[in-house]
């Protein structure tokens, strides 16, 4: 089966770091741009972070510009977000996917949908 496999994800106090991995399963990351996104309760999906395939040029939601960090290892298959300073806003189940080549803006169809992992921030 095509798809990611999230993990990392946790409960941790405001002011937090989580680092998540996005592990690719059945298929090569070499030539796709891969996308961290998030849905909180009663909110829609939304574009959290982007690395392109070659330049790994990166693109990030202002609001959480500054604090996460997006990378990847095609040696390992796997991108990964390290989220630092986290807020409670920040509290969301994250998934990863796929688009060909370079970043879209999160407009392209994505592919491989994994399963999420949940991130709570919370005092």
């Known amino acids: 089966q095509l798809q990611f496999v999230e993990s990392g994800g946790g409960s941790v106090q405001p002011g937090g770091s989580l680092r998540l991995s996005c592990a690719a399963s059945?298929?090569?990351?070499?030539?796709?741009?891969v996308g961290w996104f998030r849905q909180a309760p009663g909110k829609e999906r939304e574009g959290v972070s982007c690395?392109?395939?070659?330049?790994?040029?990166?693109y990030y939601k202002d609001s959480v510009k500054g604090r996460f960090t997006i990378s990847r290892d095609n040696a390992k298959n796997t991108v990964y977000l390290q989220m630092n300073s986290l807020k409670p806003e920040d509290t969301a189940v994250y998934y990863c996917?796929?688009?060909?080549?370079?970043?879209?803006?999160?407009?392209?169809?994505?592919?491989?949908w994994g399963q999420g992992t949940q991130v709570t921030v919370s005092s």
């Open positions: 690395i392109s395939f070659s330049d790994n040029t990166t």
């Open positions: 059945g298929f090569t990351l070499d030539y796709y741009a």
């Open positions: 996917a796929a688009e060909p080549y370079y970043c879209s803006g999160y407009v392209a169809p994505y592919y491989y």
